[in-house]
């Protein structure tokens, strides 16, 4: 990946060119995603204070040496700062066969890479776990730098593993972590499970619920299969793992979106029944808009 030096209003150690390459989108103006909780007094990493408000001077209950010596004439006034929150996130990526499907894959794909480099320049830590009904590889890099480079890398030399156990990985995860629990888990996945039908909150996700205090956030990759799409064609059987011949009518096309429509409602409706917030993905040009929604939804509810 090629760097450039940042210059002023660019905080960027990145070429522009080469994020959009890899599926980022950089707003034209570059304003870091405040997803919460705490958050974010600045929009860089490390510890800082920031100017919170000014107040009058209480007697008994402030040092005096707190007053500032610009305070208007006859008035004592205090200036309170804010500490910089910086937030630990987990990303946890499906890589099961489910997922190995191309439209799927690359939707995957550039949701870490845009939630990655977005989060982190709210001055966030984040790292991306893959996981299928196992936990596989966890990706850790010491800055936004190396962390972007880091997951391209990996994405680019993804193996698929059997079927996705979300529960179970859950599970594994939450005893790993212990007490160091992140503060906001991403869950990356289709929520597609080729051993049950129908997904629902077991025991495991409410236990995670608990510990996370409802900021365990489910990214939904899901599709709509074209209209315009007919005749024979060859598609990837994850049950069988392998490609078949498949053929594509008006009618099946529309059955096809339909049950994936519905699956994607019965999975938001499981969701809003236990207060999580969630994205739907069905386009790489979705994820950066609905993560600025998730961000505006977040900030609203905690003023």
């Not at 309170?80 to 794909?109: C, H, W, Y």
């Not at 391209?152 to 995860?173: F, G, M």
């Not at 049950?239 to 009618?251: D, I, K, N, Y």
Request: include cysteine; charged fraction near 25%; hydrophobic fraction near 35%.
């Amino acid at each position: 990946m090629r760097t450039t030096t940042p210059h002023k209003g660019n905080q960027s150690a990145f070429d522009r060119k080469a994020l959009q390459a890899l599926g980022v989108l950089m707003p034209i103006k570059l304003s870091p995603q405040k997803i919460l909780p705490g958050r974010h007094p600045l929009g860089r990493a490390g510890d800082g204070l920031r100017f919170l408000r000014t107040r009058p001077f209480i007697q008994g209950e402030d040092n005096p040496r707190d007053i500032d010596k610009f305070s208007p004439p006859g008035e004592r006034l205090v200036i309170e700062f804010e500490g910089e929150a910086q937030a630990s996130v987990t990303l946890l990526a499906d890589v099961s066969d489910s997922m190995a499907i191309p439209f799927k894959s690359s939707l995957r794909n550039a949701c870490l890479m845009q939630l990655t480099y977005s989060l982190w320049r709210s001055g966030d830590q984040v790292k991306t776990i893959f996981f299928s009904s196992e936990i596989h590889q966890e990706i850790k890099g010491a800055n936004l730098k190396t962390q972007m480079e880091l997951l391209n890398s990996n994405l680019s030399n993804i193996t698929s593993h059997d079927t996705t156990n979300i529960s179970t990985v859950l599970k594994k995860y939450m005893h790993q972590v212990q007490r160091s629990v992140p503060d906001i888990l991403f869950v990356v996945s289709d929520f597609v499970s080729l051993q049950k039908k129908d997904f629902s909150l077991d025991s495991e996700w409410r236990r995670v619920l608990n510990h996370l205090r409802h900021n365990l956030i489910p990214v939904i990759v899901t599709f709509k299969v074209p209209s315009g799409v007919r005749g024979m064609l060859k598609v990837w059987d994850p049950e069988r793992q392998s490609r078949r011949l498949t053929w594509f009518s008006s009618s099946r096309v529309r059955k096809i979106n339909r049950e994936e429509k519905e699956r994607v409602a019965a999975l938001t409706s499981t969701f809003r029944s236990v207060g999580l917030d969630y994205l739907i993905i069905t386009s790489q040009r979705e994820i950066y808009p609905q993560l600025a929604q998730l961000a505006r939804n977040r900030r609203r509810r905690k003023n």
